[in-house]
DNA sequence: AGCCAAACCATAACATGTTATATAACAAGG
DNA sequence: CCTTGTTATATAACATGTTATGGTTTGGCT
């Protein structure tokens, strides 16, 4: 069966992204699954931006991640649920919400750190190796590679060299 | 305020990517909204398919298209609510639900596929036109690229020449 | 013939993105 | 100081992807 999009070149370029991207966090997604607490890869990356920046008022953690400001509201509230972050009403400003990792969030964290994020981040770069010409090629590569072996294998096989 | 994806570079591909994508994909919207019929970029794609492999079964659809089959379900629902697309069940065989573009539908591909795609397509190309090298480096300049000046302004200046 | 597994599609529940809009806190001018 | 505009966040409504599961229809095997 033809792959339309494919086909149809840079004319559906955005939905292409899209699809590779999911298949990518979906891969990722099976490796975090090890983890004790149960969080969605996009969670992760919110984590991280804490972890790396300190703590964010909501929109500046919006403007960090590159979505908009309810997305990042609606994943705080998960998350300190969770209670993997808290949000406290800044002192200065009562407006701003100040989001900080919790001891377990940071716990956490630190295990995706050190256990984790570097398999994804090594298959990935795996995965990407020796790509390059232009951008569709390489977008074909990247799908004929994850269709070929999916990260949670590239995993096993890079740990077992 | 530092781009985190980009910071933490394939960790982060997926979602990288996924939101590229959607950038796209919402310039493109801009773009499509001009036809008197309202629909989202992605129903696009579905009708893209049907134009260009004729006929389809949900499933296969689902398949060409890359996405699974409770979307285009429901996507099909939604155009043939529409009354771009037909869903008849197949003589053969009662399982399959056949898709078709309605008259309506192919005229709507016919207007679209002759006004909007090609200016979509080479708004898109002009964008990622010169680029090489490491994957991560050509989407920093699209993401660049993109934030200097939407599809929508390509399009325009791209139709002064 | 009759039964059982497989194939195809629909539906439900959820994840996570968006836009549009409401609310509350701040800031500045009359 | 009060109004008024701006800023920061929350909420609602929607789009569209996913997985899990259920219900028909087929088709093959005994």
Chains 1, 2 share one sequence.
Do not use: F, H
């Not at 990356?45 to 500046?60: K, N, S």
């Amino acid at each position: 069966m033809e792959d339309v999009l494919r086909s149809l070149g840079y004319l559906c370029l955005g939905s292409r992204l899209k699809r590779i991207g999911e298949q990518l966090q979906a891969d990722a997604q099976r490796l975090l699954d090890g983890l004790d607490v149960p969080l969605q890869s996009s969670q992760y990356t919110l984590l991280a931006a804490l972890d790396r920046l300190g703590p964010l008022a909501v929109g500046e953690l919006a403007q960090s991640l590159g979505v908009t400001q309810p997305g990042v509201t609606r994943s705080v509230s998960l998350l300190a649920e969770l209670g993997l972050v808290e949000a406290i009403p800044s002192n200065d400003d009562q407006r701003r919400r100040m989001v900080t990792l919790t001891e377990a969030g940071q716990r956490l964290v630190d295990v995706a750190k050190r256990d984790v994020w570097p398999r994804i981040d090594k298959a990935v770069a795996d995965l990407c190796q020796g790509l390059s010409g232009p951008l569709l090629d390489q977008l074909a590569a990247i799908e004929d590679g994850l269709a070929a072996a999916p990260l949670d294998r590239r995993v096993k096989e890079g740990a077992a060299q």
